[in-house]
Nanobody, 120 residues
């Protein structure tokens, strides 16, 4: 079965850093053909797009994380990363990684999520 598995979440003080990883396995195609993304969700709120990285390496960030978060991918290892610096309490959420074939396609594959908690 297709899998995206997140890791690297945890608890950190405001101003600290965390690095999330997303490992892809058994996708129908090699990870290199997918756009990849990080999303987050807080209970009671809609899921929010955090950072995207296209199959070509172009990146896009939510305004709230620009300058603090960096998304990257290693297609040879079938992994995607989210480096989160200068964390704020409002970054507290469950973070999910997702994959889609291209713009206009649904985000078809999702991980189970990893909790990030930032205390002030």
């Amino acid at each position: 079965q297709e899998q995206l598995v997140e890791s690297g979440g945890g608890s950190v003080r405001a101003g600290g850093s965390l690095r999330l990883s997303c490992a892809a396995s058994r996708l129908p195609y090699e990870m290199v053909v997918y756009d990849m993304g990080w999303f987050r969700q807080v209970p009671g709120k809609e899921r929010e797009e955090v950072a995207l990285i296209s199959k070509g390496g172009s990146t896009n960030y939510a305004d709230s994380v620009k300058g603090r978060f960096t998304v990257s991918r290693d297609d040879a290892e079938a992994k995607m990363y989210l480096q989160m610096n200068s964390l704020k309490s409002e970054d507290t959420a469950v973070y999910y990684c997702a994959a889609r074939l291209s713009l206009g396609y649904d985000w078809s594959y999702w991980g189970q999520g990893t909790q990030v908690t930032v205390s002030s």
